[in-house]
């Protein structure tokens, strides 16, 4: 064989793999499902953290729970608890769903109908969160008062009715702000996704 | 259209680059497909340096031939063999047998070259012009010109002996 002829061999080379994709698409697979998932790892450990305090919290109450003594405490505290422990649980399993969506194993309607599902009920979670939270605090600050302090606020909520307009207005901008910021996510996860047809 | 998009779009149009150099480098399967995401990683992690000083063709060759080598030289590897398994593209309806064994004797006189001179004749066969070559390894031209003498003649004297 002449030098000649290995350029010809190599053109012909170059000139085959114009016609076919070898392993890019699969890369860029994979590179797709990192960058999906890494859309969702920063406010997964954000979430894991903020889990993490409300099972404190929850753990606080639960030890404390005797110094609840009359029936309007003690719903207070189960409220508190039911919120403390089974939202954030909800939350995580929705992020974990939706953040295992395997781009790989289906095709792309199924993909995109699993992606819409589990966004939906992502956002579904974070809204009842923000309207849960104002049930929260209603209930979270008779128990905390009586567990700190020993005082029912029930019997005298002249001193603590000022709280509820501040705490109000905070939950209501930071729900909107947590609220736009899981949208933002899920949007760009979804654009992610949407590249694949393209 | 975004950075990832436009990156993804870079990668799709210039696979066959990243092929032949994952190629040159590697002697299986598994090895090359490791380079390939590697190479990939790197001109991702660069694509923001790329200011279109130079051409994207040479920029992905910079990148893709520093990776192979860095891959190479930590692996330490020497004396390639030339496995069948990489060699065999997908058969198509044009599929020339003759020409799989042409190429399987061109990876196999390549692979007796040294990393350098892999990265030169890869680059010469691309049909890329000494200065060209140059820009890419950060040789000058020179340097390339001289070196490419020598890789010809070697290649000459071992195809006159396997002739």
Redesign the interface.
Known sequence: ???E???A??????T?????????NE??L???QQ?YSNKFSKITFYETIGSLICFAMAGYIIVHFSSLTTWYLQLSGILCLAFLIVLPILVLRALKRIQNLAIKDANYTDMIIRFTKAKKHLLFLQRLGIYLAFLFFLAVMPVYSMISKGEDIFLNYQASVWYIPIVGAFLFFFGRWGYGCYKGITNSAE??LK?LE? | M?K??DF?EL??AN??I???ITTVYTDNGADQ?DL??DI?YQL?KSFDSFRNESKISTWMYRVAMNTALTQVRSKKRSGHSVSIEKMV??Q?DSY?PQ?ET??Q??YK?IHRLNVLEKGLMLLL???KKYDEIAEITGLSPSNVGTRISRI?QK??SQ?TN??
């Open positions: 064989m002449e030098l002829e290995l350029q061999t190599w053109t012909q080379l170059s085959a793999l114009e016609q076919q994709k070898i392993v890019t890369i860029i994979k590179m797709t960058r654009t992610i590249e393209s | 975004d990832e998009a993804v990668i799709k696979e066959g990243l092929f032949k497909q390939y995401q990939v991702w593209l997908k198509t020339d020409w042409r190429l004797l061109l006189y066969l691309e049909g010809k290649l000459k195809l396997t002739n």
